[in-house]
């Protein structure tokens, strides 16, 4: 899913009459202690945004033991170890936040996402349901609804979430990226090419989009063999497979992207070249080596072409 995407910030309001009550005698502290437990979590965010994860930690319970209901400690707490890989012990800080303040949209926003990556997809809607019953407008919630409903197959529902998104935010990139995938999934095509378009007139470094972008005008080339416009499409389609490759060198799959519309061209030989740039990235892609040896196959270097397919079908092997 999108799980990544931060919502803003809800700060928590503080409690004085807390502290009146637990120590009635240092007045001075009445003043205080909200703006040193913040000056705690504001130190502990910075610290996040560098991955510094224990010096994070650290501040952020800092600002607990000032205020142990200062719910945005407890939704940041849970985000050192969501960023960690942690998500249950994530979501067990995300649920001190909750027991607090049952209404507190981040937390349930947080929750979600955290469901969303164990895989929990529907009750990850549930949170994000949650979080919208507190603000409608929440168009990073709808957004990853949409993402939940997405993984979910729901792919109406998907589109339905993102355009309550886009209401809020017309200019929100991941909303129009995350419906460009419900239109590919429901075989338009030439929508979800719209979608990635302005996905990217926004952000023109979305990897992502470019990168489906590229597979929705390929497919179209296929559905399209027999109009003059195929090779236009095709051509546009390798562009887009460069224009990922050209942010993002590391997405292998990019590489293969150009290798069929290079084979729909016949440029064999080039090809190869990317056959071999994309196993230079990972060694483990099977259809890589299968297509290498193809390519070789048909320039007769037939003892290479053997040692290709042999590489796909040990990597097919111990997957399977």
């Not at 205020?67 to 407890?74: L, Q």
Request: proline share 2%.
């Amino acid at each position: 899913m999108h799980g990544q995407a931060r919502p803003g910030r809800f700060l928590t309001l503080f409690t004085i009459t807390a502290i009146i009550l637990s120590c009635p005698q240092d007045a001075h502290a009445l003043v205080t202690r909200p703006q040193v437990a913040q000056k705690f979590l504001n130190t502990g965010k910075a610290l996040l945004k560098q991955r510094r994860y224990e010096d994070a930690l650290i501040h952020f319970n800092k600002a607990l033991k000032i205020d142990p209901n200062y719910t945005e400690a407890w939704n940041e707490k849970g985000t050192v170890f969501f960023k960690q890989g942690r998500y249950r012990e994530a979501i067990e800080y995300y649920d001190k936040a909750l027991e607090i303040d049952p209404k507190n949209a981040a937390a349930w926003f947080y929750k979600g996402t955290t469901l969303g990556y164990l895989g929990g997809h529907r009750e990850a809607i549930e949170c994000f349901d949650k979080a919208l019953d507190v603000n409608r407008k929440y168009a990073k919630a709808w957004l990853n609804k949409g993402a939940a409903m997405l993984a979910l197959g729901m792919y109406q529902e998907t589109l339905e979430c993102c355009n309550r998104a886009l209401e809020t935010d017309p200019m929100f990139a991941e909303a129009w990226y995350i419906k460009g995938l419900a239109f590919d999934n429901l075989g338009w095509y030439q929508r979800s090419i719209e979608c990635y378009n302005k996905a990217l007139d926004i952000d023109p470094n979305y990897a992502e989009a470019w990168y489906n972008k590229g597979a929705s005008l390929f497919t179209l080339g296929y559905d399209n063999a027999a109009t003059m416009s195929v090779l236009a499409m095709y051509q546009e389609a390798f562009e887009c497979s460069d224009k990922v490759l050209g942010i993002d060198p590391k997405l292998a799959e990019a590489w293969l992207n150009n290798i069929g519309v290079l084979d729909e061209f016949g440029g064999s030989q080039r090809a190869f070249v990317c056959y071999d740039r994309a196993l230079g990235i990972d060694t483990r892609l099977a259809a890589a080596w299968f297509n290498k040896g193809r390519v070789l196959d048909g320039l007769g270097r037939y003892q290479e072409a053997i040692e290709c397919y042999d590489k796909a079908l040990e990597i097919d092997q111990k997957d399977t």
